[in-house]
């Protein structure tokens, strides 16, 4: 997962399915920060939803750029992708990702 000015990249280490990849019910993003404490691990504050407006899969099927609304500097945004399988029809091993975004890039737009 490696972020873009408007979303992320995901990349897979096989192909994935293009219709299940194209289709933006596959994927659910949440964005959230942590309230300092003293303590390590707060709790979450700040939980937004965050809506996938567009999913372009690679020619090779190995990677897709999401764009995404609202996209938070200084929070972690949480991808589930429950939807996607494998171009031969597998589960993704790991069907999480997290990224906790300090800066929003300046290029490589959607």
């Known amino acids: 997962?490696?972020?873009?000015?408007?979303?992320?990249?995901?990349t897979f280490t096989e192909p994935v399915n293009p219709e299940a990849a194209a289709n933006l019910d596959s994927y659910k993003m949440e964005s959230y920060t942590y309230r300092l404490e003293s303590r390590y691990g707060g709790?979450?504050?700040?939980?937004?939803?965050v809506k996938i407006t567009h999913a372009q899969v690679s020619k090779d099927g190995m990677?897709?750029?999401?764009k995404i609304d609202p996209i938070r500097a200084?929070?972690?945004?949480?991808?589930?992708?429950?939807?996607?399988?494998?171009?031969?029809?597998?589960?993704?091993?790991?069907?999480?990702?997290?990224?906790?975004l300090v800066n929003i890039p300046t290029d490589a737009h959607l």
């Open 1 to 10: 997962m490696k972020a873009q000015p408007d979303g992320f990249k995901l």
């Open 43 to 49: 709790p979450e504050d700040d939980k937004k939803e």
């Open 63 to 66: 990677s897709v750029r999401i």
């Open 74 to 100: 200084g929070y972690v945004h949480e991808l589930h992708m429950e939807g996607l399988t494998s171009k031969k029809g597998d589960s993704l091993l790991h069907d999480e990702a997290y990224y906790t």
